[in-house]
């Protein structure tokens, strides 16, 4: 029972590359969502898909792209890194609100 | 839209002692109210939930009481254990549409024997 996985686990970019993060439930959720996590600011929403065929901005979109392939896999993609988007990335999904998470993506851009 | 405050960290007790970790909220209408854990490494569970007002959320002997009188949802437990140790986090809805969360900044907890 694989749940959420995410990759990569880890990344180190250059300001100014990109990079899609991938993301993929087995649970056959409706619902995806990509989040970052930054120190004092808890889990601030970037993205998220209530269904197959849809995306919604979150609370910080600005420098973000995602992209909803099908109803397992939900991507989310930098263009243009800048150390701003240094953080920890999660994605998750649901059912009603019972959310589960995948374990992570850390990027650091340099 | 809603909005969540929790009380900063961090927080740190014997084992055994009474933990409390402040949550208030500002929604529109009586939403569900969740209480999620993180620990070190991994991404957030879900710990316990309230669906309603006056429910009490409760799951491995942490408890929280949806209060809509104070707005509040703190979470509670008698006698914390070191596995305890982690980051929790009180969420609620975005807002009325759609299930996207919100989640407070996170109180860090460490309890040593």
């Known amino acids: 029972n694989a749940g959420v996985t995410q990759t990569p686990k880890f990344q180190v970019l250059k300001t100014g590359q990109s990079m899609t993060l991938q993301c993929a439930q087995d649970m056959n959720h409706n619902s995806m969502y990509w989040y970052r996590q930054d120190p004092g600011m808890g889990l601030r929403l970037i993205y998220y898909s209530a269904s197959e065929g849809t995306t919604d901005k979150g609370e910080v979109p600005n420098g973000y792209n995602v992209s909803r392939l099908n109803k397992r896999e939900f991507s989310l993609r930098l263009e243009s890194a800048a150390p701003s988007q240094t953080s920890v990335y999660f994605c998750a999904s649901s059912e009603d609100y019972g959310y589960t998470f995948g374990s992570g993506t850390r990027l650091t851009v340099v | 839209g809603n909005s969540v405050t929790q009380m900063e960290g961090p927080v740190t007790l014997s084992e055994e002692a009474f933990l409390t970790i402040n949550c208030t909220y500002t929604?529109?209408?009586?939403?569900?109210l969740f209480w999620y854990v993180q620990y070190p490494g991994e991404g957030l569970q879900l710990l316990l939930k309230?669906?309603?007002?006056?429910d009490k959320g409760s799951n491995k002997g942490f408890e929280a009481t949806y209060r809509k009188e104070t707005t509040s949802f703190h979470l509670e437990k008698g006698s914390v254990q070191v596995s305890d140790s982690a980051v929790y986090f009180c969420?609620?809805?975005?807002?009325?549409?759609?299930?996207?969360?919100?989640f407070g900044k996170g109180t860090t907890l460490s309890v040593s024997s």
């Open positions: 969420a609620l809805p975005a807002n009325q549409a759609g299930t996207a969360l919100i």
């Open positions: 309230a669906t309603k007002a006056d």
């Open positions: 929604a529109t209408g009586y939403p569900s």
